[in-house]
């Protein structure tokens, strides 16, 4: 399968504070990214999405950075909050084909 | 979780039983799939639907099958149980092709003995 992988396992934050959780991808050919959350017992949620003819793209609190020359990808949470404490990971597809899931970064953050 | 459910939530079996998982949405998408989610790995895809009677295969798809028999539902059956099974299995649903944002359900979480 394609290597979609995060840099960290873990990272902890204070609240308030912001959170940038990354992640690699392997294929070149990928032209579509997702960011998702993943609470303790529940499905993956959707947070944000970025596809390769941008490199950058915010919503609510959250903004997703693509690097297409390193085939890196980023997500920055502003001014996290407790209820930001899950594991987040990013899914990568090119036109046509399945998507790949990252295995996850657990984001904790301290009150 | 975008008007999808699955059943049952959670089931312990025994090696060698089969077991049929239910997964049913109300949005009336024509995609659904099936993944199985492991420690030290991204969620994987088992088998998806792209309508009624049309499925096929994903990365991890063998000691899988799946039907669609209604636009709602789609059953993934573990035929004959084996404990390289446990896992949490998800459904998810998209609008458009394999390519499309997929939205999940809450998870089955499935203890094989």
């Known amino acids: 399968g394609e290597n979609v992988g995060l840099h960290l396992p873990t990272l902890s934050v204070q609240e308030g504070d912001n959170s940038i959780i990354n992640c690699a991808y392997s294929?070149?050919?990928?032209?579509?990214f997702i960011w998702y959350k993943q609470e303790s017992g529940k499905g993956p949620q959707f947070i944000i999405d970025?596809?390769?003819?941008?490199d950058k793209r915010q919503g609510q609190r959250v903004t997703v950075l693509l690097n297409k020359t390193v085939k890196h990808l980023s997500l920055q949470i502003a001014a996290t909050q407790p209820g930001d404490s899950a594991v987040y990971f990013c899914?990568?597809?090119?036109?046509?084909?399945?998507?790949?899931f990252g295995t996850g970064t657990s984001l904790t953050v301290i009150p | 979780d975008a008007g999808i459910t699955q059943s049952p939530r959670h089931k312990v079996t025994e090696t060698g039983t089969p077991v049929t998982l239910r997964c049913h949405q109300t949005?009336?998408?024509?995609?659904m799939y099936w993944y199985r989610q492991d420690p030290g790995h991204g969620l994987r895809l088992i088998h998806y639907?792209?309508?009624?009677?049309?499925?096929d295969k994903g990365e991890v798809s063998d000691g899988y099958s799946v039907s669609r028999s209604k636009t709602e539902d789609f059953l993934l059956t573990l035929e004959s149980a084996t404990s390289s099974q446990t896992s949490v299995y998800f459904c998810?649903?998209?609008?458009?092709?394999?390519?499309?944002?997929?939205?999940f359900g809450p998870g089955t979480r499935l203890t094989v003995l």
């Open positions: 998810a649903i998209s609008s458009g092709g394999l390519t499309d944002t997929q939205y």
């Open positions: 294929n070149s050919a990928s032209d579509y």
């Open positions: 970025i596809r390769s003819n941008m």
């Open positions: 899914a990568e597809t090119n036109t046509g084909n399945q998507f790949y």
């Open positions: 949005e009336n998408h024509r995609y």
């Open positions: 639907s792209y309508g009624v009677k049309d499925t």
